[in-house]
């Protein structure tokens, strides 16, 4: 039989029975739109802890300090600083895969200002941090390096440190406190958000690293070095070369290293990986729904072969091949579920679309999804659609034709 007339059969035979066949398509229609909802779910928040991951730093290295051992007992990471500014300057002159490195000097302290105080972490840095940690100035301008030089009392404000001290607004130009020392307020940064950590990456404030050292913290060693390339490719080998200068700088020979290097690879892998770990965990309970909506078409197509047992022996009667009748209700099958597919399909990018707007996440419907979907969608109609089309062909013509 040709095509056509089997699919114009089919559809005679779906519409009939308006009610029963939206009831057996339901389940299809829940099953794909569940698979391409969780799909669009897993890939936003995928994307979101990337987004996350890309605010520490574009292609950051982080150089910490070394371990030290007291009495045989290894006291852990950190806890042996050799750490200085030379060692930044010796990356900065000899890094040839370095595009930007920066000091980092941490401390703690209250800044005050004439509206109220606020205790908050403090930065010292150098005009490269900016850069490294992707970090741009909302309002006002960054330090240049003639104010790392010049040891200037100049400072950029968190976006959290300038709601909180100036809830107007108009934080740049004002003078505040940073412990005892005064300071002018040159900057406020576009706010970052929470960290993949959970700290607010805003409640900050950053001074250049030759003022922190003088005016702040007076601290000779520095507690970070944060460098990056400008290429993802070219981490691994970064990495090395600052090895090689570190130890150079520190004249270490076959001993152990004084300082530990780090990217963001290892965080950015894991992360990434369980997020599509469970995007497949999710589009598979989905798709439980598509068997379950499987079982049901199932149910209604032997339901079918029993009221048109006696309208399948006519047709065999006069000429109609067992091969032709198996044919028609796998057709009637299929077309039943791809047309519950594309009603899941249009319901499941519906879904992500409304997912979307209430989580702030950039849920995207992929073609992959779709596909996935929708074919998967037909393979079911196939699979639980041919023991009742094969029941029907299998039908003896002289018994059809008797039953009532």
């Not at 099953?31 to 292609?59: C, D, H, S």
């Not at 003022?211 to 090395?240: H, V, Y």
């Not at 109609?381 to 009532?404: M, S, T, W």
Request: hydrophobic share 45%.
């Amino acid at each position: 039989m040709k095509l056509m007339v089997l699919l114009r059969m089919a559809m005679q035979s779906i519409v009939k029975n308006k009610m029963r066949t939206f009831l057996t398509m339901l389940g299809i229609v829940i099953g794909v739109a569940a698979v391409i909802v969780m799909v669009a779910i897993g890939a936003g928040a995928r994307g979101q802890i990337e987004a996350q991951i890309a605010t520490l730093g574009t292609n950051l290295i982080v150089v910490t300090p070394g371990t030290t051992q007291a009495g045989g007992s290894n006291q852990g990471a950190q806890t042996f600083n050799r750490l200085t500014i030379d060692d930044v300057e010796k990356l900065q002159r000899e890094g040839t895969l370095l595009s930007a490195v920066s000091p980092v000097i941490n401390t703690r302290t209250q800044v005050i200002a004439t509206t109220g105080n606020w205790r908050t972490e403090v930065n010292g840095v150098s005009t490269g941090f900016f850069r490294i940690r992707n970090w741009t100035v909302e309002s006002g301008a960054e330090f240049t390096e003639e104010d790392v030089q010049g040891k200037r009392t100049v400072v950029i404000l968190g976006k959290t440190v300038a709601n909180g001290l100036f809830p107007d607004g108009n934080a740049v130009g004002q003078r505040v406190r940073l412990g005892r020392t005064p300071f002018t307020v040159i900057g406020v940064m576009a706010g970052k958000g929470q960290a993949a950590t959970g700290t607010d990456q805003d409640d900050i404030v950053v001074v250049p690293y030759s003022t922190a050292q003088t005016r702040i913290s007076n601290f000779f060693f520095i507690g970070s070095i944060l460098a990056m390339t400008d290429n993802t490719k070219d981490i691994p080998a970064a990495m090395a070369e600052i090895s090689d200068i570190m130890r150079e700088s520190h004249r270490i020979g076959g001993g152990a290293d004084d300082f530990t290097v780090r990217d963001q690879s290892a965080l950015a892998t894991t992360a990434t990986s369980t997020t599509t770990v469970m995007t497949a965990l999710l589009a598979a309970i989905a798709s439980i729904s598509l068997v379950v909506g499987g079982i049901g078409i199932m149910n209604i197509m032997l339901v079918s072969v029993t009221e048109r047992t006696r309208e399948i022996g006519i047709r065999m009667a006069i000429g109609a091949r067992g091969s032709d009748v198996l044919t028609q209700f796998l057709v009637e099958s299929v077309v039943l579920c791809l047309m519950g597919g594309i009603v899941g399909l249009l319901a499941g990018i519906g879904g992500s679309m409304i997912v979307g707007r209430v989580t702030g996440w950039h849920t995207t419907t992929s073609i992959t999804s779709i596909l996935i979907a929708t074919g998967f969608s037909a393979a079911v109609g196939v699979f639980f659609g041919y023991y009742p089309a094969r029941k029907a062909a299998a039908l003896d013509p002289i018994q059809a034709l008797r039953y009532e």
